[in-house]
């Protein structure tokens, strides 16, 4: 942080301890010193510089990414980092790469799907690294449907082994991240065979490569599946293609936690409940939902600063221009991803607690809670990835024309983001299975079945269906429990009237799959809920620091109100709130955004972003953007000569009308 | 198109004439005609083959621009292409070039801002391309305030000569396309001293390279701004930047047909009115207006073709899946972006018209509709816009996983557009002025004054305020009158809640300032009323083809309930329908996409687009998408190799755990 600070006026208008604010954040003293280290020793790093990324082709970029990972390896053990401090540290190097499968998907699906024996087998080979492992589940004709994949594990009880094999184009693996180029192993996911009939999806150990000369073994064909969206981005990723023709496995490569082949062929359940494996489910859920609050607040963290510094209109007497960010258009843009960001920090945080909360009730053998820890982390994942992805590409636009260089890093930041809307659950489908938990939560009150956690206002219907909300004046809507009501009363009309036109259906599947777009919407309802509950919920904590409680209360109210304006015509049709309310909930926004306005440099600082990690031009810390710009512009490739390749060739024979002499 | 349709079976579902439907699409027979023609003129040129796009280099891809440039130019000359079908060729080569900013800007500037006599000294110099020019407007510190410019044009008396200046780095020209490695000319703006005193931008032509050896003349530095989002996408552009250092050029290269200055450095009006000027703005929007149409519906095209493909879950008894457009959540997405992209291409064509009228009213000294078609026609491109980039990407994410890769196509399509909601008029800047009208509107109304054109609704507002919508049962709904009506109440009636809240303030200004946010909203109302009314009026002609004009009803039906059910908040808040309206209209919808359906595929056929244009494997005529994928992954660089480079420098030693000894 050289030279001049051009926002130091804004940070001292912060009404707030910010450095308290940073603990608030990361969620403990410890999180923080943890990030706040391993943040500054990967950006001091040299290998670790990544402005030049958007500059490379495909396999300099590839190459480029495998020596970071090798660095960042060897880092790990020269230090003898932890594994959270090793986590950190993958992060902050920034770039998507095989190692995310190995340790995010490869390492938990051995550990959750594996007996005791295949964990003490493979799992120390997976933690030094002797073997790199990836998660090849999707394929070329399947996505969402885990059920209809149709790559084969037949058994042959003559060999006691599995024949893993394709046996169709559309069955070819497709997509899994650090299959293409670098993974030696998978966790295949297969339709088990034996004795003629077919069990299902299981899962299999399956060595891909040789281990000397990393070619692929006999009768396995793998490539990588080609550029995807951005120009740095997932392109570091060697997201593959994988063709099985009749590869063999020992019998024991099959997970075997939950269900087992024998010897002589037969299929068995264990005694292990298959919920188990919901619980890993929830576990890479709720830390995606982690992850869209870090996206999402890097794009307000730049966008913030940028419109702090750049200025445009409104000069008087010659004077400068306004600064952007005092428009309230930009405001009305900016201030809810800010109060957006927050509000999924913490409800990414309660999900941790769930998490734990599940885990230990299902090793007491208590499951019920599952079903709706299920629907909330699906939901949830859905609802913040979608905020995310919209929020990333606003911020862009809200940086005017700068935001579509590169150097704002804004670009990149949404390509690289993006398929979170996708992956591990389309958000449309996830947010349809949400729906269904609610119907059948309103369906099974009849029957005097307490709704529980997330779903538990629902045990209030009778409350809920005829209460009026209690706002008089603009200020009663920054009264937690106003506005709690008005969710809830919102969210549960919604799911009601939802089950009350399904059951003017004969066949209910039909009904959930003609009124699917009413009921994604409810779920939204729901979810969103249960982000405003759980930031008012975390403001009934203790939160010490100068100002930091009193700048979560705005934050919160903007966010609920925002929604509540945005969503205006849920809450109205459902009679949640009146027009005059609605009208008095969108005048104290206005207030609120006046009052986030001199925290708001403060606010994003907070976040305790290195600039290497923001890599944003326009995001710099010190707000010394123009310069620096300009001097980016001129490492462009095009600029190594005044005169550009191609020139002679075919402007200039168009400039001096030689073009039908010419060959091109 | 060889081989198998596999999509015949859904052409074969359609209920209307899908030849009559491509002309009504195309504008006209001619307009078909030529388009058709110059389309599968490109596509069969091997020149100007686009799938390699994503894999090039800033430098190749620049360089390959440049080569299609001149063999368009060339085979323009050759087959002496008429203007009409020269553009429409440039447009289907596909690649943002140079020529882009020299025929739409450069040449556009000189016609509508140079007198008689600087036209017939360098028009002929631009349309035979022995120069090429670009528009050199905005600046590192600004862009949407173009008052705010800080390049100097200074008269010095002396030598009859302007000096043009950059005084400070935020004054350095940033952006302009063609700017950075091509262009010989540019109309530069820059504010024009003279006798010391400062008259605001102005224009003036500026040789900026040789047209010898076509480096910069001296005091001047050019050079790229670097890379933008996507892969292909802009890059195939030199946006540049521009530094002047005391340039001289003579005084009659400044633009001046509205002002000039006289050989004695007199600042002096011409007899033109100024008002000319928005003439041009208006003629541009309109064109951003009738591409937005183009892009949206490319887009919808490639998604509507993928959802007929794409099969997931919903196999029974073992036979294939569902087709996912058969999935209401998806039709809830994508058949309202069907409708919208009819909906901007009728509303495009009546631009057109628009433009024609304003010119000649303009001709005949008739600047009373002025206001009204610059407001009309900034809300628009604002509107159309923001919904296309909205829209593709959603048509991304319809696409599911495959949407990320490349080969989709969407990814380039979304970058490439984006930047369309920026540039010619920032999209919410452009709603301001668009409230800004409709404030004055409504407070002339007192005064007498008749609104003119699409406010003409506002001098209903006695009856609009108080009226009640029409609406019974669901089919009411089909009423364009009930439809229409709904959409001006709702328009008026937050234009006037707005001018209410507006006259709170003793000072206008603050409060337009502080109710910009809503102002913004109350803009949009009136913009999607002046779509939906273009649509509704469009169905009134005489539209032959059989079925062609039922399909169209039920297109412009669900663009205008779609909105409704979106912006039922503003509908409801202003009290122009009810909830039971609402949910009617939503009923309504439902039915609505069931009609739609059987269509669906032949209504993205009539867009008419080649595989070459479209460049998308998804969205492929033919429908065979999977194995035309796993072809195009082998393209990849990454697979020229079985084994990657950098597998023995950096991730042998890590799986041999010889890290320690490696050199990184």
Redesign the interface.
Known sequence: MEGVDHLAHERNKAQFDVEEMKIVWAGSHHAFEVSDRIARLVASDP?FAKDNR??????EL??NT??K???A??RI??LRLTEEEASRLRSFVDEPAFTDLHWGMFVPAIKGQGTEEQQKKWLPLAY?????GCYAQ?E??????VQ?LETTATFDPQTDEFVIHSPT??S?KW?PGGL???S?HAVVYARLITDGQDYGVNGFIVQLRS?D????LPGITI?????????GA?NTM?NG?LKFDHVRIPRDQMLMRVSQVTRDGKYVQSNVPRQLLYGTMVYVRQTIVSDASVALSRAVCIATRYSAVR???G?QNGGP?SQVID???QQ??LFPLLASAYAFRFVGEWLKWLYTDVTQRLQANDFSTLPEAHACTAGLKSLTTSATADGI?EC??LC??H?????SGL?ELF?VY??A???EG?N?VLL?QVARHLMKTISQLQSGKKPVGTTAYMGRLGHLMQCKTDVQKAEDWLKPKAVLQAFEARAARMSVACAQNLSNFTNPEEGF??????L?EAAVAHCQLIVVSKFIEKLQQDIPGKGVKQQLEILCSVYALFLL?K?????????SIT?RQ??LA?DQL?TLYSQVRPNAIALVDAFNYTDHYLSSILGRYDGNV??K??E?????????S??????Q???????K?Q??N?R?
């Open positions: 290998v958007t500059r490379l082709d495909r396999k590839f190459k495998l020596r990972t090798a660095h390896w060897k053990i020269e030094k690294m002797q073997i790199i999707t070329l004709g399947h996505g969402s449907n209809g184009l559309t070819f997509w293409g180029k670098i030696t281990l000369d990393h070619l692929p490539g990588d599946i080609g550029m995807k969206f951005g120009n997932y060697d293609v200025r445009q209109f000069s221009e428009y309230k258009t009305a843009r590409e862009r636009k005017g024309g935001g579509y260089l590169c150097s670009p390509a993006v398929p809307c996708t992956y389309d449309i349809l799959h003609e009124l699917a777009a009413d994604a304006h969503h205006q015509g849920d809450f109205l049709s459902t009679g027009s609605s009208s969108n206005r123009y310069p710009l300009y980016e512009a001129w490492k462009d490739p095009l600029n190594d005044v005169v550009p390749d191609g020139y060739q075919y402007v200039r024979p168009m400039l009308q073009l039908r010419a091109l």
